[in-house]
């Protein structure tokens, strides 16, 4: 299983950033996939889930901010995150598990097996 996260940055308050998810070495549309995020300090948190469905799920302070989709023919996830905030600033990794098929996407880091090495996002004010 390999995760490749690129396209984070430095970027001012109020400006957007997309990030991508490149995978491969597990069956990538049967999977749940998720991003998280972390900073110095802190525990890693669920930003945002997307089930084999396409439904998603969003942590409160990203809601109608940022928005998770996948392509399933390319094997990428994305991550759009617009009306940036300081309090984003984080490392942001992508995370893939299969779920049984009756468990939704969760955005739990105890649900995840696998991981990328993640991408800096920093927002200035």
């Known amino acids: 299983v390999q995760l490749l996260e690129s396209g984070g940055g430095s970027v001012q308050a109020g400006g957007s950033l997309r990030l991508s998810c490149e995978a491969s070495?597990?069956?990538?549309?049967?999977?749940?996939m998720a991003w998280f995020r972390q900073d110095p300090g802190n525990e890693r948190e669920g930003v945002a889930a997307?089930?084999?469905?396409?439904?998603?799920i969003y942590v409160d302070s990203v809601k109608g901010r940022f928005t998770i989709s996948k392509d399933n023919a390319a094997n990428t996830l994305y991550l759009q995150m617009n009306s940036l905030k300081p309090e984003d600033s984080a490392m942001y990794y992508c995370?893939?598990?299969?779920?049984?098929?009756?468990?939704?996407?969760?955005?739990?880091?105890?649900?995840?097996?696998?991981w990328g090495q993640g991408t800096q996002v920093t927002v200035s004010s």
């Open positions: 997307i089930d084999r469905d396409g439904s998603t």
């Open positions: 070495g597990f069956p990538f549309s049967s999977s749940c």
């Open positions: 995370a893939a598990d299969l779920f049984p098929p009756t468990v939704p996407a969760g955005l739990l880091v105890s649900e995840y097996a696998n």
